[in-house]
Nanobody, 128 residues
Framework: QVQLVESGGGLVQAGGSLRLSCAASDLRFSTYAMGWFRQAPGKEREFVSA????????KYADSVKGRFAISRDGPTNTMYLQMNSLKVEDAAVYYC?????????????????????WGQGTQVTVSS
């Protein structure tokens, strides 16, 4: 079973940057892709970005394209989300998630229901 732990959240001014990390206990053959989701108070959880573990194919929500960058480091089983040019509307609890095999479709990577493993979340606050 995969266990996920996020870190790197905090308070930043609008226009600033943060890098989130998600450490996974053991991915090896069990994980097809990992992703980042976020949930702001009073709003539904939304997709942010995803990456396939073996090939590094990346997906982004339109709202973060060009500002956020997802990456992974195989040897350390860690996924990252570099967030630049942060906006007030980016403030939320950010969750990392993992999904296994059989592989989901590309469109399914955007759905929270695709992911069976979740971290506890890390708070990102953006001040104006």
């Amino acid at each position: 079973q995969v266990q996920l732990v996020e870190s790197g959240g905090g308070l930043v001014q609008a226009g600033g940057s943060l890098r989130l990390s998600c450490a996974a206990s053991d991915l090896r053959f069990s994980t097809y892709a990992m992703g980042w989701f976020r949930q702001a108070p009073g709003k539904e959880r939304e997709f942010v970005s995803a990456i396939t573990w073996r090939n590094g194919v990346k997906k982004y929500a339109d709202s973060v394209k060009g500002r956020f960058a997802i990456s992974r480091d195989g040897p350390t089983n860690t996924m990252y989300l570099q967030m630049n040019s942060l906006k007030v509307e980016d403030a939320a609890v950010y969750y990392c998630a993992a999904t296994g095999w059989p592989r989901p479709s590309d469109s399914q990577l955007f759905l929270g229901t695709t992911y069976g493993y979740w971290g506890q979340g890390t708070q990102v606050t953006v001040s104006s």
